[in-house]
């Protein structure tokens, strides 16, 4: 599970990206979508999502205002994932922020050109959500919490 500092950092990472369609585009209003990994009812997602809002916000852009950020939570239902992926498609957003590895697999499967920005996917090589760290190829690119070729030096 990410830490709220590493999501509000992803945010502002993912808030920087349309700064320069909107300059190219200034009436037209972006959409992200949000494929939270938790219940809607859980404190921890909702901190997430506030903190990325937040973020937004900081970075200039405002839900409702220049973008609007739709939001789905996986919660219990062992195929949520597939449903939200596909509502979330359907929107037609210009990016989706997507937790955990359940939920990229959902919306690679619903999407090949709508770029998808992960957070808590453990090893995105080995899952195949990416060609490589460096080069991360296809519509897909994400953040780790740790690089496991790292691992040898901290147990030595």
């Known amino acids: 599970m990410i830490g709220r500092r590493h999501f509000i950092g992803l945010l502002g990472t993912a ?20 494929l939270m990994p938790l219940a809607a ?7 997430r999502l506030i903190g990325f809002v937040q973020a937004m916000a900081q970075s ?10 739709d939001a789905r939570w996986r919660g219990t239902d062992a195929d949520g994932h597939r449903k939200h992926a596909t509502e979330l498609i359907a929107l037609a957003p210009d990016a ?6 359940i939920n990229v697999s959902a919306l690679q499967q619903a999407t090949r050109t709508i770029p998808i ?32 070729s790292l691992s040898g030096a901290r147990t030595a």
Do not use: C, K
């Open 96 to 101: 989706i922020l997507a937790g955990g590895s």
């Open 60 to 69: 200039g852009w405002i839900d409702g205002h220049n973008v609007r950020i």
């Open 41 to 47: 009812n859980d404190t921890e997602g909702q901190s």
């Open 117 to 148: 920005v992960f957070a808590g996917v453990v090893d995105p090589v080995g899952s195949g959500f990416i060609d490589s760290l460096s080069r991360p190829g296809h519509n897909t690119t994400g953040f780790m919490l740790f690089e496991y």
């Open 15 to 34: 808030a920087a990206w349309p700064l320069g369609a909107r300059a190219q585009e200034p009436n037209r209003m972006r959409r992200i979508g949000v």
